[in-house]
């Protein structure tokens, strides 16, 4: 971009008390936690069937990653596209085995070594997810909550091994790994006992955190869900029952902004978070009427929960992460746009003058609230976000996705055959 356009836009937000270049650096500190499943559809390594448990990728775009390499392959290109160094999610089902079949409840850090030596050589954290879903002990939507022993046991198998992984990341990378349980229990209708499969949940989880970890390495987050498919009348796992029980366990309680009701809002809810708890972790996502999992938008509520972020000056006490799976696109361009958005929300909130807003509300002059809050949408702010992607060296505007295009004719074709992890 040319130097006097971001010249004009510095002075334009120096004329209300607000400093782009301390806006871009505050960026430039922050990580996003990419989730590796958009690459594939949630299909991961074990090749254990189609996906279940009330979630489903919907579209057949060409090229998905089919193995370990591929995947790697297109995280990179993704990274090369976005702005800063930042974390990679995965799931457990992501496991590298090299071909040898590990029970999800035997998994060790060992099968996550070359996730972590592909971390080490980009710079990058590392978070991890047990997976509750896509397997034969799963079938009926119940894990934790299962009235069935057996059941139970294995995912509570399941869930300590991989804090014990997550762990291994944190020591490993010397960056927090966030840990995040969520299962899928529920059922499709009206059940007959409520408290039953939650106190079982509460059982289990008291027993998977019975085992200590430095927080230095790892944290732990429950995530709640307000329904599934084929489990939309009762979810185990509610908003309430997992904000008491982390309330109650000093745990923390994950947010997803595409798991409430239609019309809750996930950015009035972090304001109240941040008075009883530390750290809040959010799982960015777009839900269309029912937790579709869109790629993220630039649009009115991503806005909403980056201003709250910024306005409670909370940068360093909320972790982000992404959460969708699109099939109907190119993989790639869902990743990137939705990272980029996240990033653009987060550079709009820090230009805006918080301050001062919160000072005509105090003083009940919401006139002039209102009528400043609209003139700083017509502000240059993207031309403080082409200084910043210039900044870290990625294109901005369309030529980004020129990039993917060009990813999409060399490298997709030749996924033909079946590669090995």
């Known amino acids: 971009m040319s130097e006097s356009r971001y010249e004009y836009a510095k002075h334009r937000y120096a004329s209300i008390g607000v400093d782009t270049d301390a806006a871009i650096n505050a960026l430039s500190e922050l990580k996003i936690s990419l989730h590796c499943w958009q690459g594939d559809d949630v299909g991961g390594f074990e090749n254990s069937g189609s996906l279940s448990g009330g979630i489903a ?5 060409p090229g998905k990653a089919r193995n370990a390499v591929e995947l790697m392959n297109d995280i990179d290109k993704v990274l090369s596209l976005v702005p800063g160094k930042h ?23 060992k099968h996550f070594e070359k996730w972590v030596d592909f ?13 509750l879903f896509s397997h034969p002990l799963a079938a009926d939507s119940l894990t934790l909550s299962s009235p069935d022993e057996k059941v139970r046991r294995f995912w509570i198998e399941h869930c300590k091994a991989m804090r014990r992984v997550g762990e291994y990341f944190g020591r490993e990378l010397g960056i927090t790994c966030v840990n995040n349980i969520w299962i899928p229990d529920g059922y499709k209708d009206l059940p007959a006992d409520r408290l039953g499969p939650r ?15 430095d ?8 995530e709640s869900k307000l329904f599934g498919i084929g489990l939309e009348s009762y979810t185990v796992g509610s908003h309430e029952f997992y904000m008491n029980y982390a309330a109650k366990n000093k745990l923390i309680c994950l947010l997803d902004n595409g798991h409430f009701h239609a019309t809750e809002l996930v950015s009035d809810k972090i304001p109240s978070m941040l008075l009883f708890s530390e750290i809040i972790p959010l799982h960015i996502t777009r839900d269309v009427r029912w937790d579709s999992d869109h790629a993220v938008l630039f649009d009115d509520e991503i806005k909403e929960i980056a201003k709250e972020i910024v306005r409670c000056n909370a940068l360093d006490r909320v972790y982000l992460g992404l959460d969708y799976f699109d ?12 990272m980029r958005n996240v ?13 001062q807003l919160k000072q005509l509300q105090d003083k009940g002059d919401f006139s002039r609230l209102l009528v400043v809050s609209e003139e700083l949408k017509f502000y240059p702010f993207a031309d403080v976000w082409e200084r910043f992607c210039s900044k870290h060296n990625v ?10 295009v060009q990813y999409e004719k060399d490298v997709l074709p030749k996924r033909i055959t079946i590669k090995k992890c």
């Open 57 to 61: 990728a919907t579209g057949n775009y």
């Open 87 to 109: 974390k990679l999610n995965i799931h457990a089902i992501y496991a590298i085995t090299g071909g040898e079949k590990v029970a999800r409840n035997k998994l060790e850090p």
């Open 119 to 131: 971390a080490k050589q980009r710079g990058l954290g590392l978070d991890i997810n047990p997976t």
């Open 199 to 213: 106190r079982r949940l509460k059982d289990s989880l008291d027993e998977i955190f019975e085992e200590k970890i």
């Open 215 to 222: 927080k230095q390495y790892l944290v732990d987050t429950v």
């Open 327 to 338: 099939a109907s696109i190119n993989r790639i361009a869902a990743w990137v746009t939705g």
């Open 343 to 355: 990033q653009k929300a987060l550079l709009y909130a820090l230009l805006m003058p918080h301050a």
């Open 395 to 404: 294109p901005s505007s369309k030529k980004w996705f020129d990039s993917v």
